[in-house]
């Protein structure tokens, strides 16, 4: 009913950027805007949990991991029914594959975006 596709991820050396998008297509039978959901980003390392990177709410309201304070930014477009995590002053430790998230009823993720941060 409601479905999640990431693209932009790729290689980047430290202290580059990079921006993810999320688009999300909704069905009618979901009976639910785009508007209403609150998104998400999450990042998962291979060994590690799926960890919470950023969250914006449906009201415009914005969450944070300490560990990307001050240097990602999470945006929604609620028009175009996308999300987009701009990423600065990458680090090394920030490669992951990176995910898009939702729920409604029931959790969503889209299929993933590589992240790689190396020289």
């Known amino acids: 009913q409601v479905q999640l596709v990431e693209s932009g991820g790729g290689l980047v050396q430290p202290g580059g950027s990079l921006t993810l998008s999320c688009t999300t297509s909704?069905?009618?039978?979901?009976?639910?805007?785009?508007?209403?959901?609150?998104m998400s980003w999450y990042r998962q390392v291979p060994g590690n949990q799926r960890e919470l990177v950023a969250r914006v709410f449906s009201d415009g309201k914005t969450d944070y991991a300490d560990s990307v304070m001050g240097r990602f930014t999470i945006s929604r477009d609620n028009a175009n029914n996308t999300l987009t995590l701009q990423m600065n002053s990458l680090k090394p430790e920030d490669t992951a594959v990176y995910y898009c998230?939702?729920?409604?009823?029931?959790?969503?993720w889209g299929q993933g975006a590589q992240v790689t941060v190396s020289s």
């Open positions: 909704i069905s009618i039978a979901a009976q639910v805007t785009y508007s209403r959901l609150d």
């Open positions: 998230h939702t729920v409604w009823s029931r959790t969503y």
